[in-house]
C-alpha cells in the first residue's frame, strides 16, 4: 500500500497505544505486523528530521554542544518547515494490509478479575490517524451510532 510520510508518522503513537489492547489473536497479528512494517519508515523520518534540525537549528545551549533545537520565530524556522513539509509529503509503498477492528474488545473485570467485553475506546485523533490502516468491525451507518459504541 502507498502512504505518504506524514500518513506513517501520525500513526506511530495511535498505532503503539492500540498495540497494547487486547484483542483476538488475528488482530492482535495484523497490528504488530503493521507496527514492524512501518518502523523503519519512522526511523528514517526521524533522522531525517534530526538532520534538518541540526542543519537549521539554533544551539540548545553552551552547556550542551552539538545539541540543537528549532521552534516557530527562529531564524531559519521557515527554510526548515519547506524541508520538512517536502520530507512529509513524499510516498512510500509499504507492504502491510488493513486489519479490521472489532468494536468490542477484551477485558478484565476490575472487582472480579472475571473476563470481560467492553467497547472499544478511541480518540477522534487517533482513529484519524489509523484510517488508512485500520476499518470498525461491524456495520456503522451513521457517525451518531459509531459514537454510541
Known sequence: MEFTNAEIYNAKEP?????????PVLVAYGLTKIVAALEPHIQAI????????????????SASPGKKKIEP??????????????LMVQTVDVD?????IPLKVGATCGACREHMERDLEIEPYALAALDKFIVLA???????ELARR
Open 46 to 61: 526521524d533522522a531525517v528530521r534530526e538532520q534538518l534540525v541540526m542543519t537549521y537549528g539554533t544551539p540548545v545551549d
Open 138 to 144: 461491524g456495520p456503522v451507518t451513521s457517525l451518531q
Open 96 to 100: 502491510c494490509d488493513i486489519v479490521e
Open 73 to 86: 520565530g527562529d531564524k531559519h524556522f521557515g527554510e526548515f518547515a519547506v524541508e520538512y513539509g517536502r
Open 15 to 23: 498505532l503503539q497505544a492500540l498495540v497494547k489492547g487486547r484483542f
